[in-house]
């Protein structure tokens, strides 16, 4: 009797189960487009911010490797900003010291090693611990991000010949952002052959008494996709942000340190999610993070990112 019972109970628990079949249902990150990436950035009235991961997603991989970059394509990161050095025998690699010593196990300056010696080498993480990850190559680094992920070029002002080479050869020239600290008449004459091809972001280092002279200039010449701003204390000049993005350019802030932001840094927003609220209060649109999930996340929750 106690036989027949137990059949009869698994007997209807198998017919319960197959009347409710559980769907599992995969949750994936919305993949945008470069062309999609590229609007948004070339817009600087649109309401979603862009969110760049300085050095990649350092925190998971070692800083500036092709993971770092590849933890930032999967998490739906918008740019990935990345250092360039060049080698003793005239690569380009993506590094952000001039020495190998803090990132590798070795030691020396990166100009004094040629690539074939530097890929020998294993990248060490945050903590210091060595990895299976080598130093990059630029042009590594271009093809892992092309039609993926937009691109900071960082300490390439001055290589940027060999850069663009790089640029035109892998296809990726309409993804980068050059930047630099210098003036709208000496940049044209350095770097002018370059700026119709690839977009300037000039570098704006508060308190500067010129500053709205110099950032008037760009943006009557319509040279700048963006402005970066360092800003390590209250400034009037947060109140002509709208302006900026008004008549053409966006914004750029870096949540890196509290000196760029007058204390509105990473660490304290992992703490608090509303200190984020800052950049978007003073008409930030482009924010750089060490964060970049934490910061996705909340901006996706607050309707500024998709």
């Known amino acids: 009797m106690k036989l027949n019972f137990l059949i009869l109970s698994l007997l209807i628990l198998f017919i319960s189960c197959k009347k409710e079949e559980v769907k599992i249902v995969k949750e994936e990150v919305k993949v945008t487009s470069i062309d999609e990436l590229l609007t948004n950035l070339e817009d600087s009235t649109n309401k979603d911010i862009i969110v760049v991961a300085h050095r990649g997603d350092w925190r998971n991989a070692p800083e500036n490797s092709l993971q770092a970059i590849q933890n930032c394509i999967d998490m739906g990161v918008d740019m990935v900003e990345i250092d360039v ?38 990248l060490v993480d945050g903590l210091g611990v060595e990895t ?14 092309k039609d993926k992920i937009l691109i900071n070029l960082d300490k390439s002002y001055a290589i940027f010949d060999k850069c663009y080479t790089l640029l035109e050869k892998t296809g990726t020239t309409n993804q980068v952002i050059i930047k630099g600290n210098k003036t709208r008449g000496v940049v044209e004459k350095e770097f002018g052959e370059y700026l119709d091809k690839v977009h300037f972001m000039p570098i704006i280092r508060l308190p500067n008494p010129k500053g709205k002279e110099i950032i008037d200039d760009y943006l009557d010449n319509k040279l700048a996709i963006a402005f970066e701003f360092t800003i390590p204390e209250e400034t009037e000049l947060l109140s002509y942000f709208d302006d900026i993005r008004a008549k053409g350019a966006s914004v750029w802030v870096n949540a890196l340190w509290k000196q760029h932001n007058i204390g509105h840094d990473d660490e304290k927003a992992v703490l608090d999610n509303s200190v984020y609220d800052w950049y978007i209060n003073n008409n930030v649109d482009i924010i750089q993070t060490d964060r970049p999930q934490v910061l996705l996340n909340y901006l996706r929750k607050k309707g500024y990112h998709k």
Not at 90 to 103: E, F, Y
Not at 107 to 121: C, I
């Open 132 to 145: 299976m990850h080598k130093i990059p190559t630029l042009e590594e680094v271009l093809n892992l991000s």
């Open 85 to 122: 050095r060049e080698t003793k025998d005239g690569q380009l690699v993506v590094i952000h010291d001039v020495s190998i010593d803090r990132t590798t196990k070795a030691k020396g300056l990166v100009k004094d090693w040629t690539l074939s010696d530097l890929k020998k080498l294993n």
